[in-house]
């Protein structure tokens, strides 16, 4: 997968998406602040979200309507999101701050005038939220676009997922991620899961997790376990406040999750360090060594020679040819024994 010239996979360092949600809290002002705090931090990407509240639901006295579950427990759904949205009419000019800011961003869609509008500004790349994951009419809209997309399974079912993948291939997506996810807010270290990663790969997609945990444990073994995309909220302050602040980073949280990401994908290395003849550190290892003077043409016994540190001689295992072997040259004690030293 690659978005706006970079590439994303396996052999690349984890891609690190920072959200901002509704941290913005209506404000555009603050909505560039934090464009520009995501760039300082060293992300590859940062996220909006472009939605109104009759695009979500619709606005209902009913107790159907009422959020039981935190943070927004005891809110009207119409009432959130008419509070929290950014108009879309701000929605170029955040565009236009990435670019100053030289990072990249896209956008989570959540109906189809909203891919239309961001199809208009060139956004480069479309997530679906995990609300959103099994919306078909959303989904195909998306799909159309051909634009790499990265879908949360935080409420799907591999069923779901499986569907999901179906629809957005038949409308034309050839590159989707799929990021694991854990829909509570902030998600307890013992509820992430993080094996439903693995799971997530045999379904032959690029994996990652959009991570509504505080700290950085779950994403760095993320990263261990295969995901190459991270997903994370971040804000100004948590003491600012906002229905997504409780589970959001402060700016030197994401700057450490990047390092940490980054230096985890690193640590990983590769396994072809099992294949060198000769590894980092061997010379301090056993080898054979002269413990006892050899003349040249004496047979060498068991006295003569030890395994002993550092690793300059012959490896230790040489042990029951070199015993009985001639001795090429006089051998003085101290002398790493090596092959041309024998007959």
């Not at 043409?297 to 540190?309: C, L, N």
Request: with cysteine; hydrophobic share 40%; net charge negative.
């Amino acid at each position: 997968m690659e978005i706006n010239g970079r590439s994303i996979g396996p052999n690349e360092p984890p891609y690190v998406i920072a959200e901002i949600s509704n941290n913005h809290l209506a404000d555009p002002d603050r909505a560039c602040r934090l464009i520009e705090i995501a760039a300082q931090s060293g992300a590859d990407a940062v996220k909006i979200q472009t939605y109104d509240a009759d695009s979500l639901t619709i606005d209902s006295d009913r107790p159907e309507f009422l959020i039981r579950t935190p943070p927004w427990e005891g809110l009207n759904y119409y009432e959130l999101y008419k509070r929290i949205a950014l108009p879309r009419s701000f929605t170029e000019r955040l565009f236009k701050a990435a670019r100053d800011f030289g990072i990249t961003i896209f956008s989570s869609p959540f109906d189809e005038s909203a891919v239309a509008l961001l199809e208009s500004l060139g956004c480069p790349a479309y997530k679906i939220a995990s609300f959103e994951a099994c919306d078909d009419p959303l989904l195909q809209a998306v799909g159309a676009t051909g634009r790499p997309v990265l879908v949360s399974t935080g409420v799907a079912s591999i069923t779901d997922i499986e569907e999901t993948l179906r629809v957005l291939r038949a409308a034309g997506s050839t590159e989707v991620a799929l990021l694991h996810c854990i829909s509570t807010y902030p998600a307890a270290a013992g509820d992430m899961n993080l094996r439903a990663i693995d799971r997530l790969a045999s379904l032959n997609c690029l994996v990652g997790l959009s991570d509504h945990s505080l700290g950085n444990l779950a994403a760095t073994v993320a990263v261990a376990r295969g995901a190459s995309l991270i997903e994370k909220h971040f804000t100004i302050s948590r003491s600012d406040g906002g229905p997504d602040a409780s589970f959001s980073l402060e700016p030197a949280e994401l700057t450490d999750l990047v390092r940490c990401v980054r230096e985890t994908w690193d640590a990983l290395g590769s396994s072809a360090v099992l294949d060198q003849a000769r590894r980092p550190g061997a010379e301090h290892a056993r080898s054979l060594f002269v413990v006892r003077a050899v003349r040249a043409g004496a047979r060498i016994g068991a006295d003569d020679v030890r395994a002993i540190r550092p690793g300059l001689g012959l490896p230790p295992r040489n042990l029951s040819k070199v015993i009985g072997a001639k001795a090429r040259r006089d051998l003085s004690r101290g002398e790493p024994l090596r092959w041309e030293d024998l007959e």
